[in-house]
């Protein structure tokens, strides 16, 4: 059995703690008057980054700096890394694992399966989180999108994680949005679980067998599809 699993949102609260990092940088950026900084970030001009195959190689801050550029040019050094360093303190001190993560891996474990991370952003970031929230070693293999040059919205990762285990009939994949985890997922002809919490949470699924609430009714979906192949 092979289990491809997605980081951001659906072991962590990854846009919860990036939500409230930008909620801390907003008085920064008034104070150094970057009131259109400040006006991208109120009306939600973000979402434009949302199919941007660049911006799902990158890190939050490496992120905030391209906007910046983006907004005003040219923004001085030391404000950068000022801010940079705020970034990087408030979403550590608020990243967390969802409560059901651990147990869903140790289920995993205890179901014999290969379990691969698939996960966007960049390479230093993404380490630094599994560093963090000490879950590296529950993963037979990780595909970082900063390290392979291709993001989630193409099915390219999907295809190195599924090439990395070939005898392994029984391919799951599980995350929390549906354009990229269950779009990469159906690709590799897996059995599809969409974790319904996070930023995607609500959206339209045209790519999921399944929507569940959490990892621990994921993780039952995949013990009885499994008894289903062990039957027949
Ligand atoms: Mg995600």
Redesign the pocket.
């Given at each position: 059995m092979l289990v491809l699993v997605?980081?951001?949102?659906?072991l962590c609260n990854?846009w919860e703690a990036g939500r409230y990092t930008v909620l801390r940088l907003i008085p920064f950026l008034l104070r150094r008057r970057k009131f259109r900084a400040f006006l991208y970030i109120l009306t939600a001009r973000y979402r434009e980054l949302e199919q941007s195959r660049e911006f799902h190689m990158m890190d939050l801050d490496k992120i905030v700096e391209r906007l910046l550029e983006k907004i005003y040019a040219k923004v001085p050094g030391e404000e950068l890394e000022e801010m940079q360093e705020l970034i990087d303190r408030v979403f550590f001190s608020n990243l967390r694992l969802f409560p059901d993560a651990v147990p869903f891996l140790e289920g995993l474990r205890e179901m014999g399966a290969k379990v691969v991370l698939v996960?966007?952003s960049s390479t230093r970031w993404q380490r630094k989180k599994l560093e963090y929230l000490g879950i590296k070693d529950y993963f037979d293999a990780l595909i970082i999108s900063g390290e392979t040059g291709y993001s989630k919205l193409d099915p390219h990762n999907f295809r190195l994680a599924r090439r990395l285990f070939p005898h392994e009939s029984e391919v799951y994949m599980v995350?929390?949005?549906d354009d990229?985890?269950m779009r990469g997922g159906e690709e590799v002809g897996a059995i599809t679980i969409l974790v319904s919490r996070?930023?995607?949470r609500g959206r339209l699924a045209k790519h999921a067998d399944y929507i569940v609430k959490d990892l621990l009714e994921a993780l039952e979906v995949i013990r009885r599809e499994h008894e289903k192949r062990a039957e027949a």
């Open positions: 997605d980081l951001d949102d659906t990854t996960t966007d995350g929390d949005r990229t985890d996070g930023y995607f």
